[in-house]
């Protein structure tokens, strides 16, 4: 597994490709790297490596979502979640001694880790940011090559464009949109997810199981119900604050509509009516 820190440091040599290209082939790699990992805890300094990058991509409600992302479901998830349920299997017995009936009984109450399902939502959640991130990365890509054909080769004013602040209009408008929908989206399922499969979100302290191979109606106990519940809880809580920056986020960009003009710079495409214009750059 690579860490964060090596994807940042490592640089992948490509003389041939453009910066924007490069960019994005960095992003990617270190995604991969990240989702294909085999080992079996969660390298979150990955995950930090390659969705902070999508913070100078981001709005000033999307920061907040980030800080929110990071410090109250990342950074509780690594200091105390996976503590408190790294005892779930072990600690889940039940008042027999058939062989199979504990795992039976474990995989009927626990069908998937919250952990992981954790793991799995904050992955999916934050997946749609790096669209946006991205669709910036091409953009200048394209502004360059614009202006390298135009027969201007200044290498400040190259440098001004790979630096400068985009307007979010036209098609990173459509595309900053819809990671916002994707979000919300993934949100509210892995909520309905949990609810369908702890109801209640309440951890009980005791199950009764009668699954094959258990020889009658056993009792089995889970460890820590109390604290679990209250991460279980928590970790829903600002799951749904995320979902009210993000509706906020997306009520502020629908309040504005996108008006067309003439064709305005490189993109040459529909730009923001300045009238009308969300003070929203990235």
């Not at 990617?28 to 300094?45: F, G, H, I, V």
């Not at 990071?70 to 509780?76: A, D, E, K, N, S």
């Not at 394209?142 to 027969?151: A, E, N």
């Not at 009764?208 to 119900?225: G, L």
Request: with cysteine; net charge positive.
């Amino acid at each position: 597994m690579v860490s964060g820190g090596a994807c940042g440091r490592r640089r992948v040599h490509i003389h041939e490709k453009p910066a924007g290209q490069h960019c994005r082939l960095r992003c990617l790699l270190c995604l991969l790297r990240l989702l294909l990992s085999r080992e079996p805890k969660m390298n979150w300094a990955s995950f930090y490596a390659v969705i902070s990058g999508v913070n100078r991509h981001s709005t000033g409600i999307g920061r907040i979502w980030l800080s929110v992302l990071f410090i109250f479901r990342i950074l509780v998830l690594v200091v105390a979640a996976e503590s408190v349920w790294g005892d779930e299997k072990s600690g889940f017995t039940c008042n027999t001694q058939q062989p199979g009936c504990n795992s039976v009984c474990y995989d009927h109450f626990f069908p998937i880790s919250h952990i992981r399902l954790w793991a799995l939502q904050l992955i999916l959640v934050s997946t749609p940011a790096l669209l946006v991130a991205m669709h910036v990365a091409h953009r200048r890509h394209v502004d360059k090559r614009l202006y390298k054909l135009s027969g201007r080769s200044n290498p400040k004013d190259l440098e001004q464009i790979k630096t400068q602040k985009m307007q979010i209009s036209g098609a990173l408008w459509w595309t900053y949109v819809i990671s916002l929908m994707f979000r919300i989206i993934l949100e509210v399922t892995f909520m309905y997810l949990f609810y369908m499969i702890y109801p209640g979100y309440k951890m009980i302290r005791l199950v009764k199981c009668d699954s094959y191979p258990c020889p009658n109606t056993v009792d089995c106990f889970v460890s820590r119900p109390t604290e679990k519940t209250v991460f279980t809880v928590f970790m829903l809580a600002v799951s749904g604050v995320c979902i009210l920056l993000n509706i906020a986020e997306f009520a502020v960009f629908g309040t504005f509509q996108q008006r067309p003009q003439a064709p305005h710079g490189p993109h040459m495409g529909p730009t923001w009516d300045p009238s009308w214009a969300p003070p929203f750059s990235v």
